[in-house]
């Protein structure tokens, strides 16, 4: 009897240091307040190559509860069009948020294009030379009825770009550990295309012009940090 | 007369026995539920406060309220069992258990965290009960794990297809009953109205409730035959699948027939009731049809079971 009872003892001393352990062990400081919150609406370039804000075309908005879902996960989104000299449309769609952990963290467009009610036919993961960097990025095509929508997406949790919901864990972890609550950076680029290569090769020229006129400064904070 | 009082006495004592009956020891019971709460008490208000009132997970509380209710029916028999304690396998399941928990709990990784508690759980049984104790409650390890959060990559994947499938059955029956019903892959457009058919009308989480009712089901009703619980617990798959083609039918319906305003407000809420009712009437005839098929095994199975 006293055997067991000494035994519970341990278990519990065990218990308790274990949860001391993880209060101690959880991150306290947030990236984004020693980085500085990002303006999204001056980092990310309205003119450059030969692409210009989209002017002509009504923005339209988000439904109202999708509305309150974007504002519950992110501080700040950013969405716009662009056009070229050629009449090449894309839409940018930047959201970032300063918490990546469970509840707030960012919700992959893999995720929430079907439940918007489209369809991903295609998703494969690539590489783009962004701004001195090799960004990995993310391409999927999303249809819905006859709008076919071919995206390029990456994240960038903390300091590394991620595609993958278990990049985007490990990346959490990796800072977690070290006591950083990681942001989160989602860009987005699509455009309306039922060719997928051909709507590809206009985002990556989009983004490669982009990357090109982006301020030094901002450019960890989009592109992710440069590893050797 | 004496077939009388030991029937009373046994009344008597099943109706005042909220504490463990003799043999328990208060001091080990009391201190290793203060450690399991120390650690999971925590993380119940922390889901109580982020996906336990989503649609997604909202049968988390269920789950968790079904588990102490069905270990707590167990406690007489578990109070009844010799302890025969595995220290050598207790011990790392206990270890790993608890990094687990150091980690899911300090980085926020609810899945981690709460998926933890079956192997502290299932530790705690072995360095104080034994294997035969783990033997009596596996079904209830077994039922939490429902109440685990899910990553959302693998829910998605079977949420994807599972959309579909719904939509697309849901579309041709009411097409079939003459309704100007059509599709756009999980849009469905009805009369002037368009619908989305969404994740959580359709989805894992809706499958896995039901699923786990019907086990709550086969475990109240104490079946000693194997095959017949096996073959209830995987028909509860198409009967849930059933349950919400049901469901998205009705709410089509009703926005049909009584406009949008409808379809979305009270009556939304009131189709995912009329689910689980539906998924509960073909549980219960499912059975029933099932008690006809496993008949003449019962009372062979029943004389070499041990409960």
Known sequence: ?228 | MSAVLARKTGGVKRSRDPILPSGADIVVLGLLLAGFALLYLPSYLELARSVWSTDEQGHGPIILAVSIWLFYNKRLELAALPARPVLWLGVPILVVGLVAYALGRSQSFLMLEVGSQLLVLTALILLFMGRGALRLVWFLLFFMVFMTPFPEALVAIVTGPLKSAVSTVAANLLYALGYPVSRVGVILNVGQYQLLVADACAGLNSMFTLEALGLLYMNLMKYTSVARNVTLAILVIPIAFMANIVRVMILVLVTYHFGDAAGQGFVHGFAGMVLFIVGLVLVLTVDHVLGWIFKQEKPARAAGALS
């Open chain 1, 1 to 228: 009897m006293s055997g067991s009872r000494l035994r519970a003892v341990v278990v519990v001393c065990a218990i308790a240091a274990t949860a001391a352990m993880a209060h101690l062990a959880k991150p306290t400081v947030f990236m984004t307040d020693t980085l500085g919150k990002p303006n999204l609406e001056t980092v990310f370039p309205k003119q450059f190559g030969t692409w210009r804000i989209d002017t002509s075309m009504p923005m339209i908005l988000p439904s109202p509860d999708t509305q309150a879902l974007l504002n519950s996960i992110y501080n700040q989104t950013l969405t716009r069009t662009y056009v070229n000299d050629e009449g090449n449309r894309i839409m940018l769609s930047v959201a970032y948020g300063g918490d990546q952990s469970d509840g707030t963290r960012a919700h992959l467009p893999e995720v929430c294009y079907p439940a918007q009610g489209f369809q991903i036919t295609s998703n494969f993961t690539s590489h783009l030379n962004l701004a001195g960097r090799n960004v990995a990025t993310r391409q999927l095509m999303a249809t819905q009825g006859l709008r076919n929508e071919p995206i390029t997406y990456w994240l960038v949790v903390g300091d590394q770009v991620t595609v993958s919901r278990t990049d985007q864990k490990l990346a959490q972890f990796r800072l977690g550990l070290k006591g950083l609550i990681p942001d989160g950076m989602l860009v987005r680029v699509s455009s309306i295309d039922p060719d997928m290569a051909h709507g590809y090769q206009v985002q990556k020229g989009f983004l490669t012009d982009m990357a090109a006129t982006f301020p030094e400064t901002a450019k960890d904070r989009v592109f992710g940090v440069k590893f050797n």
